[in-house]
């Protein structure tokens, strides 16, 4: 008996309808195949169903049964079709009856009958919507990422035994209702432990008031300093000042979260902005994206978020040139023979480096042991190119000792106090502030921060006034910037703007732009 059951298979961030076809033959030689693309993966599932169905009660039938994964020219990964290739197995001898309504069947079995946490399953349910799917039948913990879309009906489902009783009308499995960014918790995922309270970082005042610039406009940061002064606890900070995504960003970083199988399982919307890491050693492919099956890499899954890269010039040379396209675009494409995938990139970098390979040059207690051809091969990794798309470049230098050094008695004389200074909790008030603005400003245009802003933008929500742009028509004669360096100062300047709650530009936000912009030897 022919029977077909409705899957779906991941091609980038979009999901296409794969119809698993499963025949069970009452002739020929007993066995089990799968045609159709499969990978390793999926043949193993032969293995998986078979024990599954058996520890569920059902009597394996010892016939051929041959499993077409359609249309058979995509090639297909994964696990998650072990839960239609069953549901078709079981249908084909009759165990079930199959819904009257087009229905997705979607997830991993364990070999005890159960279902495992699936990725994908929110594009599953975006895909299910648009094709005006009826319902969804996907694994318990997995369910909450689909019941944040609306208009289709999502079974979370625990095991084979309940889906058997389901489909046979003996014990329903209750439908989630939906509920928009809400987990197994009951509470959106929108906090995150953070490291580091901005008030315990000492010192640092210009750095601190940097950061705050980059997190309210989304701009790229490069901090240099040597080694020990507080760049890594600056970057690491940062992720506590970060407002919470709106419902369009959340969209967008949970798309990129389900596909790879960041999002844990019983949870569902992302609300957190992503604060991606990635060590020096990381590839090319791992930075960017790619596999023979694209995949996104740190760029993507630091979509609306950060991306800290430490060490920023010991990342081999052909990485960080990679960098280059997606930091203007906001986007990444990869092609393969399958196909062109665009996967999101639009993040905010953070990098730090020393200043030489040892660290300590012009470090004015520690000698550099530098030669001067060293210092040249290492600053010389970071091309001109690539550190004109980074917006705010900054010189982080070694804390004064007394200022390590805290003296209770002083403070309650009047001294300097810990407790005046400025905490995460207020910083991030104050980034929220100016982001708002910016969501106001951008409205429609599917941009939300100042650093996403073309040069149209800027024409047209930029106010300049006539001293400001004076200041800055000095300033590229003086330094002979480049026309993007320009722009970017614009941009700069109007977060800062923005963080004042100015309605345009003055030459002191131009002022600071510039100070945070050029750099020595420029």
Do not use: W
Not at 21 to 46: C, D, H, M, Y
Not at 330 to 336: C, Q
Not at 342 to 369: H, Q, V, W
Request: charged share 20%; net charge positive; hydrophobic share 40%.
């Amino acid at each position: 008996m022919l029977t077909k059951v409705l899957s779906a298979s991941h091609f980038g961030l979009e999901a296409t309808p794969i119809e698993v076809e499963v025949n069970v033959f009452k002739k020929g030689f007993p066995g089990f195949s799968i045609i159709g693309l499969p990978n390793k993966s999926i043949e193993e599932a032969k293995e998986r169903v078979k024990t599954a169905l058996i520890n569920t009660g059902i009597d394996f039938p010892n016939l051929k049964i041959v499993v077409n994964l359609a249309p058979a020219d995509i090639p297909k990964e994964g696990s998650l079709y072990d839960l239609p290739i069953a549901v078709g197995i079981l249908a084909s001898i009759e165990v079930v009856n199959l819904p009257a309504e087009k229905s997705f069947f979607y997830g991993e079995l364990s070999l005890d009958g159960g279902l495992r946490h699936t990725k994908g399953v929110f594009l599953l349910a975006l895909a299910g919507k648009s094709l005006k799917i009826k319902n969804l039948f996907v694994p318990n913990d997995s369910a909450n990422e689909a019941s944040v879309i609306s208009g289709i009906n999502v079974y979370p489902v625990r095991s084979l035994q309940d889906l058997i009783n389901h489909l046979n009308g003996i014990v329903r499995i209750e439908k989630l209702k939906y509920c928009l960014s809400t987990g197994r918790s009951g509470r959106s995922i929108d906090s995150q432990s953070i490291e580091f309270d901005f008030s315990e970082i000492i010192g640092q005042e210009s750095a601190k008031r940097a950061m705050t610039i980059a997190a309210a406009g989304g701009h790229n940061i490069f901090m240099q300093g040597t080694p020990g002064a507080g760049k890594t606890m600056l970057a690491r900070a940062t992720a506590g000042i970060l407002p919470p995504l709106n419902e369009e960003e959340a969209l967008e970083v949970t798309k990129i979260y389900s596909l790879t199988g960041n999002i844990p399982p019983g949870e569902g919307l992302i609300k957190t902005r992503p604060f991606r890491t990635a060590h020096h050693t990381t590839s090319r492919i791992g930075l960017i994206g790619g596999g023979s099956i694209p995949h996104p890499g740190e760029i993507s899954l630091s979509h609306n978020g950060v991306l800290f890269l430490d060490e920023f010039p010991e990342f081999s040379r052909a990485t960080l040139e990679a960098l280059r396209q997606p930091m203007e675009d906001g986007r990444v494409s990869i092609i393969r023979i399958a196909g062109s995938i665009t996967f999101p990139a639009s993040f905010m970098l953070i990098a730090a480096a020393n200043p030489c390979p040892c660290g300590y040059l012009g470090d004015p207690k520690r000698e550099c042991k530098c030669t001067p051809r060293m210092v040249m091969k290492y600053q010389a990794k970071l091309s001109g190119p690539l550190m004109d798309r980074i917006d705010l470049h900054i010189n982080v230098p070694a804390v004064d000792v007394d200022k390590l050094i805290t003296n209770p008695t002083s403070s309650r004389r009047g001294g300097t106090s810990r407790d005046a200074v400025e905490n995460s909790r207020q910083i991030r008030e104050q980034v929220i502030k100016a982001r708002e603005i910016q969501n106001k400003r951008f409205r429609g245009l599917q941009i939300y921060i100042n650093a996403n802003m073309k040069n149209k933008h800027i024409k047209d929500f930029c106010v300049i006034d006539l001293q400001s742009l004076l200041l800055l028509k000095q300033a590229v004669n003086t330094y002979n910037l480049s026309a993007r360096t320009y722009f970017r100062l614009i941009k700069v300047s109007q977060t800062i703007a923005d963080l004042s709650e100015s309605k345009k530009i003055l030459p002191a936000h131009v002022a600071e732009a510039l100070q945070y912009r050029i750099r020595s030897g420029d």
